[in-house]
């Protein structure tokens, strides 16, 4: 079975602050995918990243980077220089090769970024 | 760019009523999801279809029903509603199978009184 596990369920910053938003995951399956969305407060979810298991190259987009480690199973995202409209929950999620493609997601984390 | 379209956004219904909820996917998409999202709570898997036939089943209750259409797009019919089906049910597309990014319309918020 697919698990993912936010810890945090809220986090605060303040504005310009760097915050890392902690993803692991757990699978049997060594062909797997990784994915990090966000919903804002309008409810909408929004694509952010999509990482496969064999491709352990860190990712920056923009403020946005990926962190992902298999040997300790996670997938952390990490936003550079808080922003307010960052606030948003944040979901981690996963499907595995040859299954079901169904997204397991984490509970989330809602960050809340004050000016 | 076009992207995936959910109606309605807002819905009211009575308990024992009838639902259906449309999701008209990104343009050469050929794969649908289904998820629901409580309050508060992630988003769950109901169901999915690819090429117009049933590819996954989740956590649907079986008042709910669901279909892909020839033009893609897709319906989830939700029948005798109870307090407990109010949610954010968001509609996602990808393109072919292989674990393609979902994309995921502004979802349709159900409310049951």
């Known amino acids: 079975a697919q698990k993912v596990t936010q810890a945090q369920t809220e986090i605060s910053v303040v504005e310009k602050e760097d915050v890392t938003l902690d993803c692991v995951y757990e699978t049997r399956d060594t062909t797997y995918y990784l994915f990090w969305y966000k919903q804002p407060p309008s409810g909408e979810l929004v694509f952010l990243i999509r990482?496969?298991?064999?491709?352990?190259q860190n990712e920056i987009s923009g403020r946005y980077s990926w962190n992902f480690q298999k040997s300790t199973s996670s997938f952390n995202f990490t936003i550079t220089a808080s922003q307010v409209v960052d606030s948003a929950v944040y979901f981690c999620?996963?499907?595995?090769?040859?299954?079901?493609?169904?997204?397991?997601f984490g509970k989330g984390t809602k960050l809340t970024v004050n000016p | 760019a076009a992207g995936v379209i959910q109606s309605p956004r807002h819905l009211i219904k009575e308990k024992r009523e009838t639902a259906t909820l449309k999701c008209y996917p990104i343009?050469?998409?050929?794969?649908v999801y289904w998820y629901q999202q409580g309050p508060g709570q992630d988003p769950q898997f109901l169901i999915s279809f690819y090429e117009k036939m049933q590819s996954d089943k989740g956590s649907i209750p079986d008042r709910f029903s669901a279909q892909q259409f020839s033009d893609y797009h897709s319906e989830l019919n939700m029948s005798s509603l109870e307090l407990g089906d109010s949610a954010l049910y968001f509609c996602a597309s990808s393109f072919g199978q292989g674990n393609q990014p979902q994309h995921f319309g502004d979802g349709t918020r159900l409310s049951i009184l």
């Open positions: 999620a996963l499907t595995t090769q040859g299954g079901s493609e169904k997204l397991v």
């Open positions: 990482r496969n298991s064999f491709d352990e």
């Open positions: 343009p050469r998409h050929d794969t």
